[in-house]
Nanobody, 126 residues
Framework: QVQLVESGGGLVRPGGSLRLSCAASGRTFSHYGIGWFRQAPGKEREFVAS????????YYADSLKDRFTISRNNAKSTVFLQMNSLKPEDTAVYYCAAADPYSSPSYYDTGTYHYWGQGTQVTVAS
């Protein structure tokens, strides 16, 4: 089992940047594929980005790949989501999730992931 804690959210102006962190504890972190999802009020949870256990494979929502970057530091059991050029429509609660085994073809599916964090709020507003 793994426990996930997100951090780094907050209020940012349009055009600004944030870096979210997902810190894990528990079993060997490099075994887990990690995904970031987000959920805005009144909307379904949507896929943002995902990374394989080794960090060798990354995947993004098409609409976000030019602004968001996912990375991981397995030595520190942490995954990062760098978000640039933020827009008001990026406002949401951002969740990280872990999968072992990690099914690459289904990286975008919430059902692929076995463990979830509690989320961190990101608000983009002037």
């Amino acid at each position: 089992q793994v426990q996930l804690v997100e951090s780094g959210g907050g209020l940012v102006r349009p055009g600004g940047s944030l870096r979210l962190s997902c810190a894990a504890s528990g079993r060997t972190f490099s075994h887990y594929g990690i995904g970031w999802f987000r959920q805005a009020p009144g909307k379904e949870r949507e896929f943002v980005a995902s990374i394989s256990g080794s960090g060798g494979r990354t995947y993004y929502a098409d609409s976000l790949k030019d602004r968001f970057t996912i990375s991981r530091n397995n030595a520190k059991s942490t995954v990062f989501l760098q978000m640039n050029s933020l827009k008001p429509e990026d406002t949401a609660v951002y969740y990280c999730a872990a999968a072992d085994p990690y099914s690459s073809p289904s990286y975008y599916d919430t059902g692929t992931y076995h463990y979830w964090g509690q989320g961190t709020q990101v608000t983009v507003a002037s």
